[in-house]
Structure formats: structure tokens, C-alpha cells
């Protein structure tokens, strides 16, 4: 049993980062462990959690598993969980309870937890205390390894835990199975070393690291291969990307390069304001195969909270980076991340927040109300903002936010945009969904065989969080 340690999980050390390319193997014995088995999981949280599913069904695939979409019908349950916020913690206890009940019935149903609440020691603490009837419990970084730690719960008949505080390394050989056909998740870094004040991700996911350049384009490239139409490069922090190794090849080198691949559709999240460089901006400018979208998370318009947050920007260099990248392209849609009720924001803090919404006028924004982490250091910080007055700012703030992803949204009524199509909308029969380059969900009355097209679409009605349009020759 190895179980989480916050003091480990926050260390950063100089050590270079190893790259593993045969790690993940699997014996004849383990191949038979799925047979005639079915597997459930329920994924929470962020792309990159979406992303580690698919890892995780390649590999349940590998031992023979196959997939149900009723937790009921499965024998082996698993919950990949987000430790994010207090809700996304809350859901998954909730979801606990109802594998309990089910458990109950069909004794035999092997259930685990994984992901990003796995990593947290209080997590682990509390399942240890009242949730030790779970069979299995491991993090994030150690995916490739969840045959054996199925094995040995199994053979042992009790809760195996495997998770590891360590800084992480790099394991190419995991294999995928991707949701999609026509678009794809390529993980271009792990980890993150920022440490925003609020933020529980680098003790869950470990030191930056990101991939050497030549095993990102070959996924690329066997993705343009295999017909996909749209690739996003994920990481925490991906105009970070490079940073860590030792090669002089940095995110605009990547973005360039897996430009030539000839992919239709690049996309990236999420950006961070303080490593994102006028290189970037001209490489998304002179490569129309890069979309001119871009997440920016500005969490807070006041210099007081972003100091205390510890995000390493102003107000005023933010709004510098932003009016630079809407002037270099104009077509660009500029989202971001905003968090209400930071300990210490008063109303003037928030009437700053207020303030850079109207400036910006951003095309949607994900707002949240700030939630404490334990052993991050906002924890300790004195919360002084009421729920009330916190839930009082979110109102506000959405309604301002929606306004503006309204106006947005108005400007493209009449207009002809590429949408890539992906598959049926619940707007009724005969209508597909997609998005557009700039990251706008578009319903299409068309038929099902333009799914995994890019087409020409004609937006006829506009409405706040969705566009409505018609193929156009
Ligand atoms: N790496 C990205 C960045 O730096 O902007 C964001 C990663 S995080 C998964 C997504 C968003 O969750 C953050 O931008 C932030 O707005 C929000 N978030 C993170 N920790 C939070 C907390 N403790 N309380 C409320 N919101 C939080
Ligand atoms: Fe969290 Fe900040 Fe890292 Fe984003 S940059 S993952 S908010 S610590």
C-alpha cells in the first residue's frame, strides 16, 4: 500500500525528468483478467481528466474488459475524480455512496477511485477511515500500472492504494482509446509549477514536465494519418511548454511544427498570461491550421487579489496582452477563468473585476466562487468574504459575463464560418452540432453523414451560448 503525502507531493527538485518508453506491459495473465467483465467509468473535471480516461479504457481493453454505459451493468466501477473545488469532491462522495448501495447487492463489483482526489492525503485518510470496502486506489501518475494494482487487490481480496507523491516522469508507451474520431486530445505536458495561492493541481499532478518534441509530432502525425480533423494540445500551462527541457524548443517551436503536419484544426488550453510571447501570437497569426481561439484565465481583475493568488501578473499586463493579441488577430475569441470571494477581496476588488470584464468584453468566461484546498497556501488565508456576498458576486458577475458572450455572439449572425461537425444535437432531428474555428457551438439541420466534415456554415440565429446556421456551398 502506498498512500499520498502532501510534504512529498509539493517538493520540486532539480532532478532531470526520466522518459519511460516501456513501462507499461502487460503478462498473458493479466490479459485474462477482463474476460467476459464489463467496466463503468465516470470521469470529473478538466480535458486532461477526459484525456487519462482514454488511457485508462485502452488499457482495461488491453486485460479484455469491455465498456457498459450503466454503472449497474458493470463489475468493475471506477470514478475518475477532479479535487479542483469542494463540489467536484462532493459529487464523487456522492457517487460512493450509490456504488456502496450497488455493492450490497452485487458483492462481487470490484469499484476504485483515481485521478486528481486520489493524489490528496485527506482524501486517502478519509477512504482509509469510512470507505475501505473500495478495492482499488490509484493517482495520476501511475496509470500504466492499474493491471497490477487490479491483480494484487484481487488476489488479496481487500483495498489495494497506489499513489504516488512524487515529482513524475514521462511514460510514452500508454496506450488510447480516443472518444472521437475526428478530434483529439495530445498531452504536450504533465504537472504544473506555478503554485497559484488557490490551486490544489501541482500537488496532483506533480513537476512541469513536458514531452520531447518528437513523440508530440508523431502522435500528431499518426492522428493526421488515421483521418482526424482537430488535435488540441493540452497542459496546465502549455505556453509554458519547453521551459523544463534542456533543447531551446519552446511552444511556438511545437505549434509550428505540428502546424506542418497538416492537421485541419490545432487548438491549445490552457494559456497562462505570464509565459505567453509575441512569437506565440505571430506563429497562431501565420498558420491557418492554428485557431484563433485562446483561453486566457485572468481569475481577477485587482493587483491586491492577483498578488495574493500569487499569479505573477497586473491587471495592466494582462490588458497589455490582451489588446495585443486582438489586434494581431482580429478574429480571435479571447475566453477566460474568473474566481469570486478570494479571501481579502472586498467590494472594490471585485468592482476591478467588474471593471476588466467591460474592458475585455470576453467571448464567455468559466466563473467560479473560491473554494479552500487544504495544504494549498489560501487555505490558511483568513476567508473573509461571506457565502452569502460570494454568491451575490457570481450572480453578478454571470450576468455581465452573459451579456457579453451574447454581444459576442451577435456579431456573427449572417456570417459564413467553417464549423466542424460532431455529431447530433439534441436540437432535434436532423440537426448536428459543431463548433466553429473560434470555438463557437453551432446547431446545423443537416444529415448524419457530414459528421467529421468541416463545412461552411450560414449563422440565421444567434442566441447566448449557441448558433444556429445552415450549410452554405
Ligand atoms: N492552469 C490553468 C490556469 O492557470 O489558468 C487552470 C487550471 S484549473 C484546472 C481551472 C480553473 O479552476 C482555474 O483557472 C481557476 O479559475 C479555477 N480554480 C482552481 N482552483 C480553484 C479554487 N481553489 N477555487 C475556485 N476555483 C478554482
Ligand atoms: Fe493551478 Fe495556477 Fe498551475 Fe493553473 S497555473 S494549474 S491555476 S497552479
Known sequence: MKTPNLVEARKRTKNPVEVLTDNYKLTEELKKLGLNKAYFIKTYGCQMNEHDTENIKAILEDMNFHEVDKMEDADLILLNTCAIRENAHNKVFGMIGRIKHLKETKPHTIAGICGCMAQEEVVVDEILNKYNWLDIVFGTHNIHNLPNILATSLAKKELEIEVLSIEGDVIENIPVKRDSLYKAWINIMYGCDKFCTYCIVPYTRGKQRSRMPEFIIEEAQNLVNEGYQEITLLGQNVNAYGKDLDINYCMENLLEDVAKTGINRIRFVTSHP????????????NNDNIMPYIHLPIQSGSNKILKLMG???????YLELY???KLAIPNVSITTDIIVGFPGETEEDFEETLDIVNSCKFDSAFTFIFSKRFGTPAAKMVDDVSLEIKNKRLQELNELVNNYSN???QKYLNKIVPVLL????EKGENTLFGYTDTMKMVNVKTDKTNIG???NVKITDVKTWSLDGEICN
Request: aromatic fraction near 10%.
Open 274 to 285: 505570464w509565459d505567453f510571447t509575441d512569437k506565440m501570437i505571430e506563429v497562431i497569426k
Open 311 to 317: 499569479r505573477r501578473y497586473s491587471r495592466e499586463s
Open 323 to 325: 489588446n495585443k493579441i
Open 407 to 409: 454581444l459576442a455572439n
Open 422 to 425: 460532431e455529431g447530433s444535437s
Open 453 to 455: 466534415k468541416i463545412v
